[in-house]
């Protein structure tokens, strides 16, 4: 009788041993899936940090002529990995990467570059719109030459890319003064800022 006692307990502890190994190992394997899954997110996470936004409106256009508005736009990469802006908006109505079928002629400027830019961007009366067309400006000491987008922008990590955008729909001398919405998309979130209209002469 106390051989098969002897047994029964034997068996049992052979049992739990093998049970509090199964989940060891498994406990082992989940946190190690844990680990790779955090830093494999941080890694690759998205971060844009927005800054320098402006919108400026031309009030002293000639009778006739079109007027004429300026959006500004600084993106600094700060994440992990590289990002494809995809759309801008400016008060909710999307900007055309390259629209000149109009008098009024909409299209959007950009300039990447891995150097600092403390200084602000300042106002342009006119560009060369042509499909393609480099456009120099002059940012503090240095120039920056901007091209005329024709697709999605593609940013990389730990650039920074500098944006204009030419007569953005919906603005108009009546915003003078009032705040207005900047919105850009990438594929995985958007990113909202929002600036005062400025007023522009000829003479500026």
């Avoid at 680990?35 to 800054?51: C, D, K």
């Avoid at 600084?74 to 494809?84: A, L």
């Avoid at 499909?131 to 002059?138: D, F, I, L, Q």
Wanted: proline content about 4%; glycine content about 4%; aromatic content about 8%.
């Amino acid at each position: 009788m106390r051989k098969l006692l002897k047994n029964r307990w034997a068996l049992s502890t052979v049992v739990t041993t093998l049970i509090l190994l199964v989940i060891s190992v498994l406990l082992a394997s989940v946190v190690t899936y844990f680990a790779i899954n955090v830093v494999s997110t941080r890694v690759q996470e998205e971060s844009l940090h927005l800054t320098k936004q402006h919108i400026w409106h031309n009030s002293t256009a000639a009778p006739g002529t079109p007027s004429y508005s300026l959006a500004s736009l600084m993106v600094i990469n700060t994440g992990g990995r590289d990002i494809v802006i995809d759309k801008l908006a400016v008060r909710g109505q999307e900007c055309a990467w390259n629209d000149t079928t109009t008098d009024n002629k909409k299209f959007v400027l950009f300039c990447i570059t891995n150097d600092p830019v403390p200084e602000d961007m300042p106002y342009i009366p006119n560009f060369n719109y042509t499909s393609g067309a480099t456009n120099k400006v002059k940012i503090g000491d240095k120039d920056h030459t901007f091209t005329v987008a024709s697709n999605d922008l593609v940013l990389p990590s730990g650039y920074t890319m500098l944006i204009y955008i030419v007569n953005p729909d919906s603005i108009t001398i009546n915003d003078i003064g009032l705040t207005v919405s900047i919105t850009l998309y990438t594929a995985q979130a958007m990113y909202y800022r929002e600036a005062n209209v400025q007023a522009i002469t000829e003479a500026q």
